[in-house]
């Protein structure tokens, strides 16, 4: 075969079962992904150990049949080598396939692909393919040597594949060792909105299994009041975030300011009330925070608001409770419009449940009957069971 001829695409030729020296060229520069050629030695179309794969990093096959020769550079002409003796192929060997992979681009983008097979000693060249029509391939087959009645020939094939060395790999059956990248960040959780359609949400199921929950009260006024209350000019209302809390061991009591029971995070009762805001100063309120490290020892928890002075009712109040975990996704729902006469509210209820903690909406809006004070009120409606006694802040 003359060395200007390339065979067309799926034919053959003999080859004799000698050494042969096959050569991979394609022009190298600036934007062009760098190609590395390989040999894979197939019996039944698969290769029966690694070691039937030839590349830069395992250059000689135990046989000696292949043996990966280096890479020469010659101007924008790179050349890749592989030394093929036939007849040191062991019997069971029926392919040898040639193939190469693009690094950093696709074979669409590597001009001037080819391979040839030579005669060391002449330097006749005994078959020749130029690989053309290339896009999105990041391997390709270029040829293969096969035998036939017990001769050798070579097939011009230029088979593509997108997948990369590894897909072909793994089409020949080698197992390819992929480099682990790390995970991507998780998104961040989504907010969670209860309703009365759907009032309950398990803080495991969000994340919240650790760390601290910050409980929220937030509210405006339809008459003057908007956002957190503007303080002593504004109308000098005073809303106590409060919980009443029963531990697993039955211990029961309530943290509020009356009393100063601003209770601890880190012993019992594990929910810190950060302070009193008596005159609006503090922009996001009073939080209550609750210890999710400390979960198992919580029972249940009820978070209630009352109003400790300047309204006698929560009408014309438009308020959102936002639980807010450490970790996990935070927990809000709005309350309905108040139309009874009602100085305290219900709003959320917290029970475990198997080292998980349940957030219940509640909003639920209660009327003291006379001489009877608010806490003792919500106590009564969730059958709390303390004994009170007056309290000032």
Known sequence: MGADMSMPKGSN????????RVEVTRRAGPGIPDVDASALLLARGRVRAD????????????????????????????????????????????????????????????????????????????????????????????GEFYRRQGAWKFRAVGQGYDSGLEGL???????????QHPAPPPAPPSRVTLTKAAPSVSLAKQGGTSGVMRVNLNWQSAKHLTGRRRGPGAGDLDLDLCALYELSDGRRG??????????????????????????????????????????????????????????????????????????????????????????????????????????????????PERGVSPQRTVDRAYGWGMNWTPGRK
């Not at 030729?13 to 042969?20: D, E, I, Q, R, S």
């Not at 793994?170 to 992929?178: P, S």
């Open 13 to 20: 030729t003999p080859v004799p079962a000698t050494v042969l």
């Open 254 to 367: 309530v943290v509020q300011a009356l009393g100063n029971a601003f209770g601890a995070l880190e012993r019992p009762p594990y929910i810190h009330l950060d302070g009193d805001d008596r005159t609006g100063a503090v922009a996001d309120g009073e939080n209550l925070t609750i210890s999710l490290d400390h979960k198992a020892h919580l029972r249940r928890v009820l978070v209630f608001v009352t109003i400790y002075e300047g309204a006698s009712s929560f009408a014309d109040l438009h308020a959102t409770v936002t639980l807010r975990p450490q970790h996990g996704a935070p927990i809000d729902f709005s309350l309905d419009e108040c139309t009874v006469p009602s100085t305290v509210c219900a709003l959320a209820l917290i029970t475990g449940a198997g080292g998980d903690l349940v957030v219940r909406r509640e909003a639920r809006y209660l009327v």
């Open 51 to 142: 070691d039937d794969f030839v590349f830069y990093n395992q250059p000689v096959h135990p046989s000696g049949a292949v043996r990966h020769a280096g890479r020469k550079t010659n101007g924008a002409q790179v050349t890749d080598t592989l030394l093929v003796d036939l007849a040191r192929a062991e019997a069971g060997i029926e392919r040898i396939v040639l193939a190469a992979s693009a690094d950093g681009g696709t074979f669409g983008q590597v001009p001037g692909l080819a391979v040839q097979v030579l005669d060391p000693a002449t330097g006749d060249t005994a078959a020749r393919f130029d690989s053309t029509g290339a896009t999105v391939e990041t391997a390709f087959v270029l």
């Open 169 to 179: 790999a793994t089409d020949f059956g080698i197992t390819v060792d992929v480099p």
